[in-house]
């Protein structure tokens, strides 16, 4: 095995063993499964309400009783009268009881529950009830049924959505915009949560390494060249792993999810574009490298361990900041966001907010992704030339001024 | 073989190395001594490649030191450093991968070396429960394990009690008689004299000495005695050529200004017949290493 191989396996294997690793891995998973587990509990202690119905008008309660009940409610079909209704009411065998009386013509209906009872939606319920009550008054008055239907067919009213992308009339399902920017946020948070987690990762084990003097054995076994790469590969692999573990995690989640928790109901994997997955995985990858590569550069600058954290604060405030704003840019298109959203370290937070929102165009989007490719490309250079450069100084000062050939 | 010619790095006016040449043959040791900031470490990094030299080169069997080179080499930093939280395994199995032997040699070898420096604990142990001086041997391990042929051990003695001193000083022999080529630097004249085949120290960068144990003790004369006899302290201070005495025990060490000093020293105490002891040598190692530290003091 390359010498290379051998420590892109050895950061993996480090940080495959760590706990903070792990548990920032699981965190989607985690997350997926708790909404889950709400929603089950939810639904587990939400059990449908029994209830029966009792009324002076006995074609009608048989009506009502055959009604369909969408799964809202139960009726105990042998309780006919008041009283034994009030009794198992009391007795907790029921949620509540409908009452309904027909006199004069005037149909009334009361539902009577315990306070603690399972809660009932009533809307069937009410439905079923005004049906009934139509359908018999349409009876006394000797409508034909033809004629009915045609007294209570809605008039039709549609909503249209649509966004405009490069110019041009974009189609989307309906709630495509609002899944896009649904992900692109929580995206945008776990990019930022990421990329501070690798950045002082990285800074960490590289001042840990010069600090305890490790490197002073690394650097004479493999050049701080191939050592370089094979860490930023190292992380890239881990950070790889992430996104598959996010994307499987929020994959099956939304599947499962969608169909048991209110607020994700009509919220699928199709109304995403594909495009969407595809940015946002680029600038995932890209940012945090970016960030990764930058991270590395300022641990093999410092002297101590210790000193990591001063070191790498501007990196991080800058990482606060690019998330920052991109809640600004979700409602704002204005220069600075527009140019923002270009500039390599800000642009993987603004630009898939920005594209979401429908304020920048795909060629945008991924022309953002190159300059920040690039950036990339170019840091990494530079930063295993200060790397190379720096790891064996524990000199205090000419950071950047010394230019030793090792 | 290990050739250094002419190596000269500054640092500042007082710091680095100057104009430092030596051979280290297969199969031989080279005791590097001299003070904190004498140039040992230093020309361990321009041995390494890690320091470029200004002047001078260092070669090894003829040609420089590269990346290519570095599975032969075993280095033992002077600050010991390792990854707590790792297992000797992990640990021992890391550095040897980035020497070039995979982790299954590194393992069937491990055990072995665990019992030859006497390591306490298994080898699933993490390296952050264990003792400072078994660290130190966990360090130890991990430089040699691969068998390099050119070892540099930076202060290896420090740290270890006798015991295990001895336990390092058998592993280097042994490793010196599988062809190795070894420098190592110590502050333990004993270490340096029991082990080395030559030696060099260095004050201020500069080389003050160079050549084996006995040529180096050679250069100062017999010039030390050790003396137990009827002759006192007065008379012995009063002894034309001797400069200096001091009674240690039930015996007399006179510094001589002259070995030659020392034939009248042996008449006048054997004037009466016999006596219990009369040793005349040169100065020892430490002693040598105090006078040449010395001389930069004055």
């Given at each position: 095995m390359s010498k290379f191989n051998v420590i892109v396996r050895q950061v993996i294997r480090k940080n495959l063993k760590s706990p903070a690793y792990i548990f920032s891995l699981l965190l989607p998973v985690i997350l997926i499964a708790a909404v889950a587990l709400f929603a089950f509990i939810n639904k587990q202690t939400n059990q449908t309400p029994k209830m029966a119905i009792v009324s002076d008008n006995p074609a009608l309660r048989t009506a009502l009783v055959a009604a369909p009940t969408h799964g809202d409610y139960k009726v105990d079909k042998k309780i006919v009268d008041h009283k034994t209704a009030e009794k198992k009411l009391a007795h907790e065998k029921l949620d509540g009881y409908l009452t309904v009386t027909t006199q004069n013509n005037e149909f009334k209906a009361v539902y009577r529950q315990r306070?603690?009872?399972?809660?009932?939606?009533?809307d069937t319920l009410k439905n079923n009830f005004s049906t009934l009550k139509i359908q018999q008054t349409a009876q006394q008055l000797g409508l034909k049924p033809e004629q009915l239907k045609q007294l209570f067919a809605p008039a039709t009213y549609q909503t249209q959505n649509v966004a405009y992308r490069n110019g041009v009339v974009h189609k989307q399902k309906s709630n495509q915009q609002g899944a896009n920017i649904a992900i692109a946020v929580a995206v945008t948070f776990l990019m930022y949560m990421f990329l501070i987690q690798y950045a002082s990762l990285i800074a960490q084990e590289t001042a840990t390494e010069k600090g305890s003097h490790i490197m002073e054995i690394l650097v004479s076994s493999v050049s701080p060249t191939t050592q370089f790469f094979g860490k930023i590969t190292g992380m890239f692999c881990l950070i790889i792993l992430q996104v598959v573990v996010a994307l499987i995690a929020a994959g099956l989640g939304i599947n499962y999810l969608h169909q048991n928790v209110s607020f994700i109901k009509?919220?699928?994997?199709?109304?995403?574009q594909p495009g969407m997955i595809g940015l946002l995985v680029s600038f995932f990858i890209v940012g945090i490298m970016l960030y990764t590569v930058m991270a590395a550069m300022l641990g093999a600058l410092v002297?101590?361990?210790?000193q990591v954290g001063q070191a790498l604060s501007p990196l991080t405030t800058l990482g606060l900041v690019a998330y920052v704003v991109s809640f600004i840019a979700m409602n704002s298109n204005s220069l600075l966001i527009r140019i923002g959203s270009f500039v390599p370290f800000l642009s993987q937070s603004l630009m898939p907010v920005r594209y979401a929102v429908g304020n920048a165009s795909t060629l945008e989007a991924w022309l953002a992704v190159a300059v920040e490719l690039a950036t990339l490309i170019v840091l990494a250079f530079i930063a295993v030339r200060v790397y190379r450069n720096h790891v064996l100084d524990y000199s205090h000062k000419r950071w950047f001024s010394k230019k030793e050939k090792a | 073989m290990l050739k250094v010619t002419g190596l000269t790095k500054k640092f500042?006016?007082?710091?680095g190395v100057i104009d430092e040449s030596f051979t280290i043959e297969e199969g031989q040791i080279m005791g590097l001594i001299g003070q904190?900031?004498?140039g040992k470490t230093t020309t361990f990094r321009m041995i390494l490649n890690l320091l470029q030299p200004d002047h001078g080169s260092v070669t090894w069997n003829g040609h420089h030191l590269s990346p290519a080179d570095y599975n032969t080499v075993g280095f033992l930093p002077e600050e010991r450093g390792l990854y707590?939280?790792?297992?000797i395994q992990e640990q021992v199995v890391y550095f040897a991968a980035l020497r070039g032997q995979s982790a299954k040699v590194t393992k069937q070898k491990l055990p072995e070396w665990m019992e030859k420096f006497a390591v306490?604990?298994?080898?699933?142990?993490?390296?952050?429960?264990?003792s400072k001086g078994n660290q130190q041997k966990v360090q130890l391990i991990a430089t040699l394990i691969h068998n390099p042929k050119l070892i540099i051990l930076d202060?290896?003695?420090?740290?270890?009690d006798p015991v295990n001193a001895q336990l390092l000083e058998d592993s280097i022999l042994e490793m010196k008689t599988n062809g190795a080529s070894i420098i190592f630097s110590s502050h333990d004249m004993a270490n340096v004299e029991r082990v080395s085949d030559t030696l060099l120290m260095l004050r201020n960068g500069e080389t003050v000495l160079n050549g084996t144990p006995q040529q180096i003790r050679e250069q100062f004369g017999n010039t030390r005695i050790r003396l137990r006899s009827p002759l006192t302290f007065e008379v012995l201070q009063q002894f034309?050529?001797?400069t200096d005495v001091e009674k240690r025990g039930n015996a007399y060490y006179l510094t001589l200004a002259?070995?030659?000093a020392g034939v009248q020293v042996f008449e006048a105490a054997t004037a009466q017949g016999y006596i219990p002891e009369f040793s005349q040598e040169p100065p020892s190692l430490d002693e040598i290493f105090r006078i040449e530290v010395g001389a930069d003091h004055e």
């Open positions: 306070t603690n009872a399972n809660s009932l939606d009533t009509g919220f699928s994997l199709d109304q995403i002297t101590r361990q210790e | 500042g006016p007082k710091r904190n900031g004498a707590t939280r790792m297992t306490k604990g298994k080898v699933t142990d993490k390296i952050k429960d264990l202060e290896p003695f420090s740290g270890l034309p050529g001797v002259d070995e030659a």
